[in-house]
């Protein structure tokens, strides 16, 4: 297996546009995390999916920000509108039931 | 909720000594994982030592063990005859087993640096 594939690398958006971050977690495993990495705040848990459902999405900052899993292969981090303070690497991560978890190479987010 | 602390923001050893790091977490569960996952400058989060909270026996991985103390909430990682590619964040780590429901959360991380 590739491991877990995050979409792009890299993002450098103006503030305002629409950014759609994209994961595609390790084929059979059930638990999709959604992480945001910043220097002041460390790796903050936005959201996690059991089974494409959303368990726990507390984390999410405000309503600018969406995820989506609308299959067992696919999951998608949306902010809408952007602004320079979502600046920060994005992680992805998947796992089994039980399991650790495994996580995607991020992506790194700069909103001019 | 869950939490969990890491009181350390950075630590530095000298290459072939050992160097603990420390972590505490909060939860009323009685069952639960803790994992100590390493972030070199890469950006790739590589998993280091896991232990499940059922088990009295301190995890092992080659240089790396643990000590868990479970009254104590207190989960800490040696690491033995430290070498000069552990230099890294150190980020401790919290799973619930609940069916359904198994939260993942990260310390704030300890940056580890290793002196030659």
């Known amino acids: 297996d590739a491991g877990v594939i995050q979409s792009p690398r890299h993002e450098v958006t103006e503030m305002g546009q629409e950014v759609t971050l994209r994961c595609k977690p390790i084929s059979g495993h059930d638990y999709l995390f959604w992480y945001r990495q910043t220097m002041m705040r460390g790796l903050e848990l936005l959201i996690y999916f059991n089974n494409n459902v959303p368990i726990d999405d507390s984390g999410m900052p405000e309503d600018r920000f969406s995820a989506k899993m609308p299959n067992a292969s696919f999951s998608t981090l949306k902010i809408q509108p952007s602004e320079p303070r979502d600046s920060a690497v994005y992680f992805c991560?998947?796992?089994?039931?039980?399991?650790?978890?495994?996580f995607g190479q991020g992506t790194r987010l700069t909103v001019v | 909720a869950q939490t969990v602390t890491q009181s350390q923001p950075e630590m530095s050893v000298q290459e072939a000594e050992t160097v603990t790091l420390s972590c505490t977490y909060d939860t009323s569960e009685s069952d639960y994982y803790l994992f100590w996952y390493k972030q070199p400058p890469s950006r790739q989060m590589i998993l280091v030592i896991r232990?499940?909270?059922?088990?009295?026996q301190n995890a092992t991985e080659n240089r790396f063990s643990v000590n868990f103390q479970k009254a104590a909430k207190s989960f800490s990682l040696k690491i033995s005859d430290s070498q000069l590619g552990d230099a890294a964040m150190y980020f401790c780590a919290y799973r619930s087993v609940n069916q359904g429901a198994q939260k993942l959360v990260f310390g704030q991380g300890t940056r580890l640096t290793i002196n030659p």
């Open positions: 232990q499940e909270a059922y088990k009295q």
């Open positions: 991560a998947s796992s089994s039931n039980r399991g650790q978890a495994f």
